[in-house]
Each structure stands twice: as structure tokens, then as C-alpha cells.
């Protein structure tokens, strides 16, 4: 891809998340959204995975208590991301800190769907230690954009990530009749509806969800979060031409997951 195409990848997937109020990140607990030099993220997560098939056994799950699975670091992280031309049909582009803003504490009155809400943000609790994010197209053409989104992979201290994991389940299925939310910047950013999607087969474990925005645009914005030991990768998609077509890629997920879980392995070794 050339560079105005690189470009353009990048531009359209953080135009659709700014107007979503979706600017999300990895912002430290004291809020100065500093990680071992990479400061944001896009972000996510779903369903029971239990229920909806995408889940992992007890046994899975127990893997990123071991010692041997260690947190990468950010210039790990940068090696196991995609690059572009590893996916077939899809453009995969490197996100700097300027190409993310930071977006404050987003904010819910509901306190059960605050795991969620703070996907519009920058603040999470818990912070991941680093991440490194990429923003991916379908269908790019010189006319138009067709789906678009943001991946952000994240490492994480002991127990965290499965509590990021667990907290995002837990809050799909307490509000999927929607909440009032607010963003980073204090803009009103509602969710009129949470649907449980299935979740890969993918890692340790994994969730994945839909949120119907309550504003204008009318979006349908896909997550997928899959955790590999103490790594979640976090995908986003969506269409705003055509919310029926919001999605994130089979063969996106598949090709990201294996190469954190390659990273994993060889951190262990």
C-alpha cells in the first residue's frame, strides 16, 4: 500500500472512533495514560464466553497463573502486532500517540456497565503495564471506506487480565438493555443496546459483544477481546455506511492471536 494509502487507513478508522466518542487507551491508574511508552488503545469485550461457546476450560484459564507466562513488553508487543500485507484484503497500519487522542474518564451512573463505559475513555481499571494498537480497513478503495476498526494488545500484572476479561462479561450481561454514558470529554455518548455475540475459539479465553449507539450515527460497533495468559488483544470493527456490515474479520483475529501466542511462548522460554 502506498503511503497515501496508509494514510487514509489510518485517518478513516480514527475519524469513525472519534465520532463515536470511542477514543480509547491504556492511561495509568494515576491518570498521566503513560505505559512503557505507549499511551492508548481501541478496546472491548462480550458475553459469557461460557455460554456462547467462546469460552476456555478451568484448566485454559488457569495457564496465565503459571510463571513461565510473563507480560511482554511494549517492544515485544510492537513485534507480535500485525503488519500490513499479513492479511489478505485487509489494510493493517501502525497507530502512533498522535494518532490516538486521549479522552479523560468516561463515565456511566450505571456501575455495573462501568467496565464498558470506560471503553470511551482512557482510564481502565486495572491499567495494562503496555500496549501498541494498529487500525485496519476492508474493502479500501480511492472512494470509499468500508469497514474499519482498531486493535490494541495489552499486557498485563498478575491477575489483571483475567479480571478485564471477567468484568467486560459480567457487564454484557448486566446491561444489555443499554446506559446513559458520558465520554472522556464529558459528551454525552449513550448505548442504546449490548447484544452477546459468540467468541472465537481463540486463546485462553475469549468474549465478544455488540454496542447499538444511542446518538445519530446509529452505529453497531463489534468488539472481540481474546486473552493469551497475561496478554488481551482488544479488536474493534464497525461500518457506519452500513451497520448491518460492522464486523471484525475472521482472519484478522485468527492471525493477531497467533502471533501473541508465539510471542507468549517465546517470552516463556
Given amino acids: 500500500m502506498n503511503e497515501s494509502g496508509a494514510k487514509r487507513t489510518v485517518g478513516a478508522a480514527i475519524a469513525v472512533v472519534a465520532a463515536l466518542g470511542l477514543m480509547t487507551g491504556c492511561g495509568s491508574d494515576s491518570g498521566d495514560?503513560?505505559?512503557?511508552?505507549?499511551?492508548?488503545?481501541?478496546?472491548?469485550?462480550?458475553?459469557?464466553?461460557?455460554?456462547?461457546?467462546?469460552?476456555?476450560?478451568?484448566?485454559d484459564r488457569a495457564a496465565s497463573s503459571d510463571p513461565a507466562a510473563k507480560p511482554l513488553s511494549a517492544s515485544a508487543l510492537e513485534r507480535a502486532a500485525l503488519t500490513n500485507g499479513e492479511v489478505k484484503g485487509l489494510e493493517v497500519q501502525k497507530m502512533t500517540d498522535k494518532e490516538v487522542s486521549e479522552g479523560g474518564s468516561a463515565k456511566t451512573g450505571k456501575a455495573a456497565c462501568q467496565p464498558m463505559a470506560a471503553l470511551m475513555g482512557t482510564r481502565y481499571d486495572p491499567a495494562p503495564k503496555a500496549s501498541v494498537h494498529r487500525a485496519y480497513a476492508t474493502d479500501l478503495t480511492k472512494a470509499e471506506v468500508g469497514g474499519t476498526g482498531l486493535i490494541r494488545i495489552s499486557s498485563y500484572g498478575p491477575g489483571d487480565a483475567e479480571r478485564t476479561v471477567r468484568d467486560l462479561r459480567e457487564a454484557v450481561t448486566a446491561c444489555q438493555g443499554g446506559f446513559p454514558a458520558e465520554d472522556g470529554s464529558g459528551e454525552k455518548s449513550d448505548v442504546k443496546k449490548v447484544t452477546p455475540l459468540d467468541a472465537p475459539k481463540a486463546g485462553d479465553e475469549a468474549v465478544s459483544f455488540s454496542l447499538q449507539d444511542a446518538g445519530k450515527e446509529k452505529?453497531?460497533?463489534?468488539?472481540?477481546?481474546?486473552?493469551?495468559?497475561?496478554?488481551?488483544?482488544?479488536?474493534?470493527?464497525?461500518?457506519?455506511?452500513?451497520?448491518?456490515?460492522?464486523?471484525?474479520?475472521?482472519?484478522?483475529?485468527?492471525?493477531?492471536?497467533?502471533?501473541?501466542?508465539?510471542?507468549?511462548?517465546?517470552?516463556a522460554s
Avoid at 34 to 59: F, I, P, V
Avoid at 245 to 264: F, R
Wanted: without cysteine.
Fill in 33 to 59: 495514560g503513560k505505559a512503557d511508552g505507549a499511551k492508548r488503545a481501541g478496546s472491548a469485550g462480550q458475553a459469557d464466553g461460557a455460554q456462547q461457546g467462546g469460552g476456555a476450560s478451568q484448566e
Fill in 219 to 267: 452505529a453497531v460497533i463489534k468488539f472481540t477481546v481474546v486473552r493469551t495468559g497475561p496478554q488481551v488483544t482488544v479488536f474493534f470493527g464497525v461500518n457506519i455506511a452500513d451497520p448491518a456490515k460492522s464486523e471484525i474479520p475472521a482472519a484478522l483475529v485468527d492471525a493477531q492471536v497467533a502471533k501473541v501466542e508465539k510471542a507468549t511462548k517465546g517470552a
